[in-house]
């Protein structure tokens, strides 16, 4: 206990300084105000505003990045519940009964209790991740190569089972994104694979182009093909702050929602995504009367929200405990925390304190500073969102191609994210879903090498992994839910999880 | 990806989910594409695992996913295929390469394109990219342009410091000990803003006199 206050008191002291503070602010501002626009979620909003944090120190470059994750996933909830267009997956329960709170006029309650249940479930969190990051990390210590391997194996099972649609469909995105992840110089021969020749790709597709053509480019062409049916709330905002009686109707939601959502949010292969769902169905569930859901009930909001910022934040778990990010976001993070020399894992503790308790206490006040700025600037958002479609993507394009060129100043790396986003649209358009190939392509690097390291260990005999009983298990794991993932009963119950409203 | 386009009119018959076979096919297409281009490389041993292993088992279960998608388009009921529009991918695809292409000097075949920088650069992708949409303006992409380049010449170029080249590489050329490259971004940049600002008013005053027009500019509001 002393150790953690000494912790979190080492972490304040870094978060609290001057440039730290000026930093998280302004990625929750910024993060904020990109993720506001519709249409762009919080991957491409990251993606997009990576290189902006280029120039920074790794800490406070973390801080900004945590800061437009949480403004990101904060402005998805807003587009959310004014023009009932969810920024991302996990903000789609909320509009079931945001958007009708707005409706009824009471938009601004909405808003309230959607960034208090986030403000609560993010402290809950953020203390989670302070408590269990020392012992999760001794634990990662014990790992070796073997059990690492298991461990993404079960990650992306989970990644499988979670996704939406098809099984079939998931396996084969992830098999792709490893596909992906080997094309370039072999790490350990030199060899070039799969690179045609082509000077470009000696160094493998750089995982930033990949994204921000999967998650920007592909999303304007994706929107390009709808026409624009934007339902902004006409409706007065009205008053901000939930009065009491509300509040005692969000309270235990809130409670049972930040449970939910933390407790998925550190299972390997993007649980947070189930978060929402399930705290929906479960308020539904329990309700005196669930006719009052999709009809604008306070708890729909509060119970999703808070499962959704509490698993967007306990996220952060499995990537700075074991260094293997569970989602696409964490996979985005992860490449970030590379291109500033840092490995994420076990080591980033011990080796780097400073940066591992300052992101986690930025967290905390990354959450205190949503709450602050951004129900004054709800106005202001209210307006972007009117910005029309036809504005927004040509600006949105110019973006991703000078963030894209200044990584690498390399024109290649700017037509790649056209290729990708090509892909992308082509990929949606066949009902896939982009997000488990970005994680299997985050992840197949890792796994190759941690692969051959095993076997090279092992001389040869594949028998390792089922013989170390701490990677055989997660390799049962695996299995068990692959397997439970495919039987049709279990099937339909997960599909309704998902198709719930 | 390359996924085939066929398949599109066979509506009826024993095809009962379009979008899965086609889309079973192009993983199928991408698995043998993927096991043809690592066949030069050297499988190894499970002691010494060389680097074609992986390339080639996950083109297999690519290939084989792909197999039994197509195969549940016979047998499962599922999705008919996706109406596509060509204007959108083509149109982005061409702003994407247009900015690629005149950034900096680009070399394709024997050409070398002239390095324009970002104040060409930018307003050229914008444009072009706005004509993607169907309700494209030529003005007020145009002013969209204008402050945007500025916007972004200011946080990459000065406040950034992001290697990102700004001007046209003779301008740099000529200009050089003339004038420091920072106060000439600046004054770029005010240019660029001030000329979107009169453009903008230039459109107000057109719009006043034509109601209708008052609400759809919404680059104002």
Redesign the interface.
């Known amino acids: 206990m002393a150790d953690l206050l000494n912790n979190l008191g080492l972490g304040f002291s870094v978060a609290l300084g001057l440039q730290n503070i000026a930093l998280c602010f302004l990625g929750c501002l910024v993060g904020t105000l990109i993720g506001v626009l519709p249409g762009v979620g919080p991957i491409a909003t990251i993606a997009m505003l990576l ?2 944090t ?2 920074l120190d790794p800490v406070g470059a973390l801080i900004m990045l945590a800061g437009i994750y949480y403004g990101a996933q904060y402005g998805g909830s807003t587009t959310a519940i004014l023009v009932n267009i969810p920024g991302e997956a996990t903000s789609v329960v909320t509009t079931l009964d945001g958007h009708q709170m707005a409706r009824q006029g009471k938009a601004g309650i909405a808003l309230g209790t959607a960034a208090i249940a986030s403000f609560f479930a993010g402290t809950v969190a953020t203390l989670l991740i302070a408590a269990l990051g020392a012992p999760l990390t001794k634990l990662a210590l014990i790992f070796g190569p073997a059990e690492y391997f298991a461990l993404m194996v079960m990650g992306l099972a989970f990644a499988v089972v979670l996704a939406h649609g ?1 099984v ?2 998931a ?2 995105m992830i ?2 994104g ?2 992906f992840a ?1 094309v370039g110089t ?1 790490l ?2 030199g ?1 070039e ?2 690179t ?1 020749g082509f000077s470009f790709l000696t160094d493998g597709v750089d995982f930033s182009v990949l994204a921000m053509g999967l998650f920007g ?1 592909a999303e ?2 994706r929107n ?2 709808q026409t624009e049916t934007r339902d902004v709330v006409r409706e007065r905002i009205g008053r901000l702050l939930p009065g009491l009686a509300d509040l005692k109707q969000a309270l235990p939601a809130t409670l049972r929602g930040t449970a939910i959502g933390a407790t998925l949010g550190i299972l390997p292969g993007n649980g947070a995504v189930l978060g929402p769902f399930a705290a929906y169905t479960i308020e539904k569930k329990i309700a005196k009367d669930p006719r009052r859901f999709g009809r604008g009930a306070i708890e729909g909001v509060a119970g999703p929200e808070s499962a959704n910022n509490a698993g967007a934040q306990t996220a952060f778990i499995p990537l700075l405990t074991l260094g293997i990010p569970p989602n696409a976001v964490m996979a985005l993070m992860v490449g970030a925390m590379t291109i500033h020399g840092i490995i994420p894992g076990p080591g980033v503790m011990t080796k780097s304190p400073d940066l591992f308790w300052g992101m986690i206490a930025s967290m905390w006040i990354g959450n205190l500073m949503l709450l602050v700025i951004n129900l004054p600037l709800v106005g202001v958002w209210v ?1 972007l969102l ?6 927004m ?3 949105i ?3 991703c ?2 963030g894209i ?2 990584i690498n ?1 390399v ?2 790396d ?2 790649l ?2 290729f990708f ?3 992308g ?3 949606i ?4 879903e982009p997000a488990p190939l970005l994680l299997g392509f985050v992840l197949g690097k890792l796994m ?1 090498e941690y ?2 390291r095993s ?2 260990l092992s ?4 028998m390792v992994f089922l013989e170390r009983p701490v990677s055989a298990v997660l390799f049962i794991i695996a299995f068990a839910i692959l397997a439970a993932a495919l039987l049709p009963s279990l099937r339909k119950s997960r599909d309704e999880v998902f198709t719930e409203a | ?1 390359d ?1 085939p386009l066929d398949g599109t009119s066979s509506r009826r018959g024993p095809v009962r989910a379009p ?2 076979l ?2 079973g096919l ?2 199928i297409g ?1 698995g043998l594409f ?1 096991i043809w ?2 066949s030069d ?2 499988y190894g ?8 292993l ?2 080639f088992w ?2 297999v ?2 290939g084989l ?2 197999l ?2 197509a195969i ?1 388009g016979f047998t499962h009921d599922g ?1 008919p295929l ?4 060509l ?3 083509v149109v ?2 061409l ?3 247009a ?3 005149t ?2 000097p ?1 070399a394709i075949g024997g050409i070398t394109t002239p390095g324009l920088g ?1 104040i060409v ?2 307003p050229l ?3 072009i ?2 004509y ?2 169907t ?2 303006r030529f003005l ?2 145009l002013t ?2 204008l402050f ?2 500025a916007g ?1 010449m200011l ?2 170029g000065d406040m ?5 080249p700004i001007f046209p590489t003779a301008v740099v050329q000529a200009m050089t000990g003339v004038l420091p490259a920072r106060t000439m971004l600046r004054i770029a940049a005010g240019a660029l803003a001030l000329a979107g600002l009169g453009l903008l008013l230039v459109q107000r005053r057109s719009s006043r006199r034509e109601p209708i027009e008052v609400a759809r500019h ?2 104002t ?1």
């Open positions: 290189p902006i280029f120039g098809s079939l469909k396996v084969a098999l792709v490893v596909l080997v072999d350990e021969t060899q694979r799969m045609f480019i304007i062409l390009l093909d307006r009117k910005v029309p479609y036809r504005l993507f040509p600006a394009l110019m973006f191609s000078v060129y200044s100043s024109p290649t700017v037509m994210i056209g986003g090509l892909m649209y082509l990929l358009k066949f009902g896939f190759e692969l051959r076997l090279t001389r040869g005999d594949p | 990806m996924a979008q899965s086609v889309a192009g993983l991408l993927g281009a690592g490389l050297d041993s499970l002691r010494v695992i060389g680097p074609g992986m390339p996950l083109s279960g690519v996913c792909g039994a998608l549940s999705a996706q109406a596509f529009t204007r959108g991918p982005i695809t702003a994407i390469i900015f690629a292409v950034i900096r680009f970002l650069a930018g992708a914008i444009i990219a706005g993607a949409g309700e494209a007020e992409l969209l342009a945007l380049t972004c946080l990459f950034l410091n992001l290697p990102i919404s680059l509001t």
